[in-house]
């Protein structure tokens, strides 16, 4: 089967606590995206990558950090830094990253919590 | 930084009625996207709107757009149980290559 996928689809840290949140896809798509979302809110840009080693910062990439060492995989590492990290975390990929025309294939999102 | 705004911001409706939601953008685009998301769930697209285009169809949905107004509609009809959700739409600009969502509509389907 092609997709996108993310794991865990819930996971719990404690304050202070740096946590990585796993992307994988078999779509062979070039670009690939990570989102937030907030209750009742849209999807907020946090990191893209356009192509393997190249990342760049979304709208609300303070707190975060990524890595693109294969097409296929696109973590999010999700630092103590991050004032306010509980949320949910929305994958994503696309044959290009262009705004243009692509369209983007979501991941079944993971619930991060903060105790 | 926010483009779309989908309005209403929450719908609910009789089965088997029709269901009409908005969105507006503020800038020139490309193209115009919408997405639905069941709850707890990532986003499925739905279609893709052009900005040379005025109105597309796929099965039930119905998807305009008016560039003069910087608006779009996405009609569902005759609606089912199974379209409770929650409906973005997502605008590509002509000079920055992300996609930009907007907050959504949450649609409820009553039986």
């Known amino acids: 089967d092609g997709g996108i996928t993310q794991s865990p689809k819930y996971l719990f840290r404690k304050e202070g606590q740096n946590v990585t949140l796993s992307c994988e896809q078999n779509?062979?798509?070039?670009?690939m995206y990570w989102y937030r979302q907030d209750p009742g809110q849209g999807l907020r840009l946090i990191y893209y990558?356009?192509?393997?080693?190249?990342?760049q910062k979304g709208d609300i990439a303070e707190g975060y950090s990524v890595s693109r060492e294969k097409k296929e995989s696109f973590p999010l590492t999700v630092t103590s830094a991050q004032k306010n990290p509980t949320a949910f975390y929305l994958c994503?990929?696309?044959?290009?990253?262009?705004?243009?025309?692509?369209?983007?294939?979501f991941g079944p999102g993971t619930r991060l919590t903060v105790l | 930084s926010q483009q779309g705004e989908e309005d209403p911001q929450a719908l609910s409706i009789q089965e088997g009625e029709n269901a009409t939601m908005n969105c507006s953008y503020k800038?020139?685009?490309?193209?115009l996207q919408w997405y639905r998301q069941n709850s707890g769930r990532g986003l499925v697209h739905l279609i893709l709107?052009?900005?040379?285009?005025r109105e597309k169809h796929s099965g039930r949905l119905r998807v305009t757009l008016d560039t003069s107004k910087k608006s779009s509609s996405l009609l569902i009809t005759a609606s089912r149980a199974a379209d409770t959700a929650s409906y973005f739409c997502?605008?590509?600009?002509?000079?920055?290559?992300?996609?930009?969502f907007g907050k959504g509509t949450r649609l409820h389907i009553l039986p």
């Open positions: 994503a990929s696309s044959i290009t990253l262009a705004g243009s025309t692509d369209t983007q294939y």
């Open positions: 779509l062979n798509h070039d670009a």
């Open positions: 990558s356009q192509i393997v080693n190249d990342f």
């Open positions: 800038t020139s685009i490309n193209n």
């Open positions: 709107i052009r900005s040379n285009e």
């Open positions: 997502a605008t590509g600009q002509n000079r920055d290559d992300k996609i930009i």
